[in-house]
């Protein structure tokens, strides 16, 4: 892979055009440009006093982001720790306050964690199955209304506590929009 490849800018906020850098790994698939648009468009520009959740944070690019657009907080976990140590890296050029780093299994961290989020963001490694379990484990470490953006290879047809707000796909990938209902 080239230094090119390794590379996600931000696409708004404070840290507009700002380069994330991140590890050379197989795993790795930053949600495109395009898509994260269409979900900040979603979301609303501006996420101003939200605590976010980014599992499976790979490059970064969803909490970092969400940081950049006015986010409080954004816990980004990840299992890997060259991904783990690029994102604090990120952390470091950014100046980024707001952003706490867990090097966990996703899943783990779910089952531990005593911390509430407004927003999440899954994006699991493709076609694996984790962003339908990490759906089922997270309502408990959200607060009510809570939003989820989730990423996946099949639509995952989610019934209570999740309602489907927007979905679209780019390519062989999937990924909408859920809020956590009473």
Same mark, same amino acid.
């Given at each position: 892979?080239?230094?090119? &490849? ?7 906020g404070k ?13 790795? &698939?930053?949600t495109?440009?395009?898509? &994260?648009?269409?979900?900040?468009n *979603?979301?609303g520009?501006r996420?101003?006093?939200l ?11 969803l ?9 409080a907080?954004a ?6 720790r ?10 470091k050029?950014?100046?980024?306050n707001?952003?706490?780093?867990v ?6 961290y779910?089952?531990g964690?005593a911390?509430?989020?407004?927003v ?12 339908r379990r ?11 209304g809570?939003?989820v953006y989730?990423?996946s ?7 209570a506590? *999740?309602?489907?707000?927007r ?7 999937r ?5 956590l209902?009473?």
């Amino acid at each position: 892979m080239t230094a090119n &490849r390794n590379r996600v800018r931000i696409i708004g906020g404070k840290w507009r055009s700002r380069l994330l850098r991140f590890p050379p790994a197989a795993q790795l &698939r930053p949600t495109p440009d395009r898509v &994260r648009e269409t979900l900040f468009n *979603w979301l609303g520009q501006r996420l101003d006093g939200l605590e976010c959740l980014d599992l499976f944070a790979g490059s970064g690019a969803l909490g970092f982001e969400a940081l950049s657009r006015g986010a409080a907080r954004a816990v980004l976990v990840d299992s890997d720790r060259a991904v783990a140590d690029a994102l604090r890296e990120n952390v470091k050029a950014l100046e980024a306050n707001g952003a706490e780093i867990v090097q966990r299994d996703a899943m783990v961290y779910l089952e531990g964690a005593a911390d509430r989020f407004d927003v999440a963001f899954v994006d699991a490694p493709f076609a694996s199955g984790l962003a339908r379990r990490a759906m089922e484990r997270l309502p408990r470490r959200l607060k009510p209304g809570a939003r989820v953006y989730v990423e996946s290879a099949q639509p995952l047809d989610l019934g209570a506590p *999740w309602a489907a707000l927007r979905e679209d796909r780019a390519g062989a990938v999937r990924y909408a929009l859920y809020e956590l209902t009473p």
